[in-house]
C-alpha cells in the first residue's frame, strides 16, 4: 500500500512536471465500478486521457439520444464539452459502434491511448456502456496540486451483461407523496448502477398519487393528503408520461402499482360505491396496515378497476401492471381469490402481464403472472407450483425502509435491521428451496416511505444500500464479494459527495482507509 502510493506520487509528479502532454501510464482496474462487470482485463498499455477535444461518434443513429446523455454527464463530472454526431471515430475519440450477435443488454468496451471503442447491438448497451465510463472516469481522475485534473481512463478491456434481466427499486409515493422533480432524481440514481425498473407504489390507503381521467375524485379527494397528514399530491397524467419518457431515455420501465383490494383507503374516501356499505370512510393519515378492502362483491368494483387499469396501460409502454394484492387481511379469502382471479383477467384484456406481491399466489395465476416475493416461503412455494415467475424482494435483506441499526432514526425495524454488508451478502436463488436463476426474473429492493417524505431522508435509507442491490441483480455470484464490493463502495462516497446525497456512512465501509492504488 505504502509502495503503491509513493509510485502514485511520484507518476503525478512526473505528470506535472511533463505539463500533461506526456502519456499517462495507466491500465484498467475495477476501483468504483458498481455493478462489477463480467470480465475486466488491463492491457499494459496509456491510458485514455479526456480532453475538450475529445469527440462522441456513432455509427447508428439509434445511440444519438445515449451520446446526448453521456456528453452532459461527462461535463457534469468534468467540465469538459464533448462534441457528439454521427460518424466514423478519427484518433483520440470515444467511438459507439453496432455490431450483430450481442444480447440486448450486453456491452464491451475497449480502452487505449488512441480510442475509445463502445460496442453493443442495442441502444439499452450502449446506455450501459457509458455509464461503466463514466464511473471509470470518475474514479481514474488524477488530481494535480495545482487544482488541475487528469481525466484518464486505464488501458485494456470490459465485456459484460447482466445476470437478471429485472433489476428494480420501488419507490413509495403513496405514503408520502414525492414531486416529479424528486422521482426523477430517483432514476438518475437507478441509472447510475444499470438498474433498469422503477416501481412506483401509486395508491395506498394514505393517499391516490395518479390521475385517472374517468374518475377524477381518486386525486381531487384521495390524493389531499399523506401520512402525518401534510398536503399529498399527485402526478397528472401528462407529468406522468414525462416520468416514463425521462426513464426510458435511461434504459429504465416504470412499472405502476394500484395496490388492491387491500390498502384501498384513499379511493374508498373517494368513492362511496366502492364500499359495502355505500360510505366513504375518513382520510386516513396514519401508518396501519391491512384495514381496508374494496367491495368485492359490487359490480362497479371491477367496472372501477377495469377503468383505471385501462388508462394505467394507455400510460405504460411496459408489459406490466403491478395490481399490490398484499396484506389484504380484512378480505375473506374466498373474496381476495375471486377479485385476484378477475383483475388478472382486466389486466390481461389490456394486454399487459399481472405483477402481484407474493400473497397472489392463491388465486389462479395464469401464464406470465408474476409473483414479488416479499416474506412468505409457502407463497415462493406457491409460485413455483403455478409456474409464476418470481420478482425477489426479501424484506429481511432488501427492504430499503429497514433501519441500518437500533440508533437510525429513520425507517421501521418489523423486518430486521439491514446493515449494509446484510444488504449486499445474499443471493436471490438460495432464499427457498426450488428457487433457481430460471424462475427469478430478477430482484427489486423497495423503499416503502411511511418514515421518509423528503428527498434527504430517501437518501439516508436508499445510500449506500441501492448499489448493492443492484450489483446482486447484475453481477454473477460468483464474481461477487463483500470484500471487493466494500471497497468499491468506499470509494463511490466521490459520487455521493458529487452529488450531495445523504448517505449513511455505515461503520462497515472502509470509507477513509487509502484506496489500493492503480498504478500498474
Ligand atoms: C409491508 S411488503 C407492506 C407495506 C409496508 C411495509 C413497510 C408489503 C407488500 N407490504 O404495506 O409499507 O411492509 O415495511
Not at 475495477?30 to 475538450?52: C, H, K, M, S, Y
Not at 396496515?289 to 405504460?316: H, I, M, N, P, W
Not at 449494509?420 to 429492493?445: H, K, R
Not at 418514515?451 to 448493492?468: A, C, K, M, Q
Request: a negative charge.
Amino acid at each position: 500500500m505504502k509502495f503503491n502510493l509513493i509510485a502514485f506520487l511520484f507518476l503525478v509528479s512526473m505528470i506535472s512536471a511533463c505539463q500533461q502532454t506526456e502519456p499517462v501510464r495507466k491500465v484498467l482496474d475495477d476501483r468504483g465500478l458498481i455493478p462489477l462487470p463480467a470480465e475486466i482485463t488491463p492491457v499494459p498499455g496509456n491510458a485514455f486521457v479526456l480532453n475538450a477535444k475529445t469527440q462522441i461518434s456513432y455509427d447508428s443513429e439509434e445511440y444519438a439520444p445515449t451520446a446526448a446523455l453521456f456528453s452532459k454527464e461527462i461535463k457534469a463530472l468534468t467540465g469538459l464539452s464533448l462534441s457528439f454526431a454521427s460518424g466514423e471515430s478519427t484518433k483520440g475519440n470515444i467511438q459507439m459502434k453496432q455490431v450483430a450477435d450481442m444480447e440486448k443488454e450486453a456491452y464491451e468496451i475497449e480502452i487505449s491511448e488512441n480510442q475509445i471503442l463502445l460496442k453493443t447491438s442495442s441502444n439499452t448497451g450502449m446506455y450501459f456502456g457509458t455509464q461503466t465510463l463514466v464511473q471509470l472516469l470518475e474514479h481514474g481522475v488524477i488530481r494535480l496540486e495545482d487544482g488541475k485534473a487528469i481525466w484518464a481512463i486505464g488501458a485494456g478491456s470490459i465485456k459484460d451483461e447482466p445476470r437478471f434481466a429485472y433489476r428494480g427499486s420501488m419507490l413509495d409515493v403513496a405514503r408520502h407523496f414525492f414531486s416529479p422533480t424528486e422521482v426523477k432524481r430517483y432514476i438518475d440514481y437507478l441509472a447510475r448502477y444499470k438498474m433498469n425498473v422503477l416501481h412506483l407504489h401509486l395508491a395506498d390507503d394514505q393517499g391516490w398519487r395518479i390521475e385517472i381521467k374517468s374518475w377524477p375524485k381518486l386525486t381531487e379527494i384521495g390524493g389531499k393528503t399523506e401520512v402525518g397528514g401534510a398536503v399529498g399530491g399527485f402526478y397528472t397524467q401528462e407529468e406522468y408520461k414525462d416520468l416514463v419518457a425521462y426513464a426510458a431515455e435511461r434504459q429504465i420501465m416504470i412499472i405502476p402499482e394500484i395496490d388492491m383490494p387491500g390498502h384501498t383507503n384513499a379511493a374508498l374516501a373517494s368513492y362511496p360505491e366502492l364500499n359495502c356499505d355505500g360510505k366513504s370512510p375518513e382520510l386516513y393519515t396514519g401508518t396501519e396496515v391491512g384495514f381496508s378492502t374494496l367491495c368485492t362483491d359490487k359490480e362497479v368494483v371491477y367496472q372501477f378497476v377495469d377503468d383505471v387499469l385501462r388508462e394505467l396501460a394507455e400510460l405504460t409502454p411496459g408489459p406490466y401492471l403491478h395490481i399490490g394484492g398484499d396484506e389484504s387481511h380484512v378480505t375473506a379469502k374466498p373474496d381476495y381469490i375471486k377479485f385476484i382471479n378477475r383483475v388478472q383477467a382486466i389486466v390481461k384484456k389490456h394486454n399487459k402481464q399481472m405483477i402481484g406481491w407474493d400473497e397472489i399466489t392463491l388465486a389462479n395465476l395464469e401464464e406470465g403472472a408474476i409473483a414479488q416475493y416479499w416474506a412468505s416461503p409457502e407463497n415462493a412455494k406457491a409460485a413455483l407450483d403455478k409456474k409464476a415467475a418470481l420478482i425477489i424482494s426479501p424484506a429481511k435483506y432488501a427492504y430499503l425502509d429497514m433501519k441500518y441499526d437500533s440508533t437510525t432514526k429513520l425507517g421501521l425495524r418489523w423486518a430486521g435491521l439491514i446493515e449494509v454488508d446484510q444488504g449486499y451478502s445474499w443471493d436471490p436463488a438460495e432464499l427457498e428451496e426450488g428457487l433457481g436463476d430460471e424462475n427469478i426474473l430478477g430482484i427489486e429492493a423497495p423503499l416503502w416511505s411511511e418514515t421518509v417524505s423528503n428527498l434527504e431522508e430517501v437518501d439516508f435509507l436508499t445510500f449506500p444500500r441501492l448499489p448493492g442491490y443492484a450489483e446482486i441483480g447484475w453481477t454473477a455470484k460468483s464474481k461477487r464479494d463483500w470484500n471487493s464490493y466494500r471497497q468499491r463502495l468506499a470509494n463511490e462516497k466521490t459520487f455521493f459527495e458529487r452529488m450531495g446525497i445523504n448517505y449513511y456512512a455505515s461503520p462497515k465501509v472502509p470509507w477513509d482507509e487509502p484506496k489500493p492504488d492503480l498504478l500498474h
